[in-house]
């Protein structure tokens, strides 16, 4: 098995590559007790969670939140997601949130920016255009543009 999962390659949205070895990539883990067959299961489950029951659209969804719709260890959970997708867990959230927003923005025009932003779980217009313009190097609108114009596809290559 251990071999298998060194040979396993994970991607997700986004499209960022990772190794599934959840039991070797950090010191801190060494003695969590989560095995390589728990980790591929709760992997699943957070997949499962985020893709299928889009749950990141809870604007008040927290680490506890996410254990509890699984039914994992939070302790187990939040290792999954730090060695599986090499993010935390606010981090893995709003790459969802922001992935969605970048589609909505794209597919319906007549959405406003501030509707976009609640339906997809942010509560902040700061955090929602901070975080946006973090993953996008454009503000939401300036993304919105952008695509409409195809200058976008430039800028994707350099960030990929």
Request: hydrophobic share 30%; charged share 30%; net charge positive.
């Amino acid at each position: 098995m251990r071999q298998l999962l060194k040979q396993f390659v994970v991607k997700y949205v986004g499209g960022h590559e990772r190794t599934l070895d959840p039991t070797d990539s950090h010191e801190k883990y060494k003695k969590s007790g989560l095995t390589e067959e728990e980790a591929v299961l709760i992997r699943r489950k957070i997949k499962n969670a985020f893709d299928e029951n889009k749950i990141y659209r809870n604007n008040t969804l927290c680490l506890d939140d996410l254990s509890d719709h699984i039914k994992e260890n939070r302790y187990k959970v939040s290792q999954v997601i730090n060695t599986f997708f090499s993010k935390n867990f606010y981090s893995f959230l709003n790459e969802y949130r922001i992935e969605e927003a970048k589609d909505l923005l794209v597919e319906d025009p007549s959405l406003s920016v501030k509707a976009i932003m609640y339906e997809v779980g942010f509560n902040s217009k700061n955090s929602f255009y901070s975080a946006f313009k973090k993953t996008t190097g454009y503000s939401p609108n300036d993304y919105r543009t952008a695509v409409n114009t195809g200058f976008d596809r430039q800028h994707e290559m350099q960030m990929a």
